[in-house]
C-alpha cells in the first residue's frame, strides 16, 4: 500500500528526492511518516507531514537540509533531501498513521502502515 522510491548513491553535498505513494489510502487524510534505519540500529525519526494540512516536523539532525511536500492529487509525499551527509546514510521507510497526534508523529509506533524502505547512500 505504501511504496517508497528514489534512493541511490549520492556524494555528501548532494540532494535526492525521496517519494512515499500510498494506494488505498489518502495521503491528504493521513499523517506520512519518514523514518530510517542503519544496519545494527533502531529506526529513527526522520520527519513527518501531518493530515490536513501542511504541518512538519523534522529530527534536529535533518532540520533545515530537508524538507517534506505532499500532492494530493497523486497521493504523494516527498521528501527533499539537501547537502547530504555521510551520515544520512541508511535504509528510509516512509510510513502512515490516520491516527496519529502531533505530539507522536515521532514515535514508530503511531504508524499502521509501512513501506518497504529504499537506500540512500551518501559518499564522502
Known amino acids: 500500500q505504501l511504496q517508497a522510491c528514489g534512493g541511490a548513491l549520492v556524494q555528501a553535498g548532494g540532494s535526492l528526492g525521496l517519494s512515499c505513494a500510498a494506494s488505498g489510502r489518502s495521503s491528504r487524510t493521513s499523517t506520512t511518516g519518514w523514518f530510517r534505519q542503519v544496519q545494527g540500529k533502531e529506526r529513527e525519526f526522520v520527519a513527518a507531514?501531518?493530515?490536513?494540512?501542511?504541518?512538519?516536523r523534522f529530527a534536529d539532525s535533518v532540520k533545515g537540509r530537508f524538507t517534506l511536500s505532499r500532492d494530493n492529487a497523486k497521493n504523494t509525499v516527498y521528501l527533499q533531501m539537501n547537502s547530504l551527509k555521510p551520515e544520512d546514510t541508511a535504509v528510509y521507510y516512509c510510513?502512515?498513521?490516520?491516527?496519529?497526534?502531533?505530539?507522536?508523529?515521532?514515535?514508530?509506533?503511531?504508524?499502521?502502515?509501512w513501506g518497504q524502505g529504499t537506500l540512500v547512500t551518501v559518499s564522502s
Open positions: 507531514i501531518f493530515r490536513g494540512g501542511s504541518t512538519t
Open positions: 510510513s502512515l498513521s490516520e491516527r496519529v497526534i502531533l505530539s507522536s508523529v515521532y514515535r514508530e509506533s503511531a504508524y499502521d502502515y
